[in-house]
């Protein structure tokens, strides 16, 4: 046959051929079938661990919200507990001056009255240096008359 001349096809000549493209055609639809099949399969386990993951953000967007809200109780109630514990250690702080105030001035009396005691300690020691020597003076005195009383008694006897 040439080019120009039109090629017609031939009726298949026996019904073995015919039989095979049959069921060339019918594997043909079955493996896209089950190709289909396989892709669909494919996609819905798709779809499940997506709905999966999705289900599983939830969770832990949820239990990160309770997180935050706990974080922010407990914020709160730190920030409440430091303001209390200021305003005892500020009480404590007012009350330990008052005590170092009031012993300063004790402490001033006391050491005023030692400087007293202590003067008149120094004025005690200079009395009773001079007392002691009166008596002396007066031991000697008293020597000194009877010497002069037996001095005239013995005047008196001659």
């Avoid at 798709?46 to 974080?71: D, F, G, M, V």
């Avoid at 105030?101 to 008149?120: D, F, H, M, P």
């Amino acid at each position: 046959m040439t080019r120009d001349t039109m090629q017609v096809e031939e009726p298949p000549k026996s019904s073995e051929k015919m039989w095979s493209k049959d069921e060339n055609f019918a594997q043909r639809s079955s493996l896209e079938c089950a190709q289909k099949a396989t892709e669909l399969r494919a996609s819905i386990k798709e779809n499940i661990q997506l709905i999966r993951l999705k289900k599983l953000l939830h969770e832990r967007n949820t239990s990160l919200a309770a997180t935050k809200a706990q974080l922010t109780e407990v914020q709160a109630a730190y920030e409440t507990l430091l303001q209390k514990n200021q305003g005892i250690l500020g009480t404590a702080h007012d009350a330990l001056l008052s005590q170092v105030n009031e012993l300063r001035a004790e402490l001033k009396e006391e050491s005023k009255k030692a400087v007293s005691l202590k003067s008149q300690l120094e004025d005690v020691s200079i009395l009773q240096i001079t007392l002691k020597e009166f008596q002396e003076r007066v031991e000697d005195l008293e020597k000194e008359r009877k010497l002069l009383n037996d001095n005239y008694d013995k005047l008196l006897e001659k």
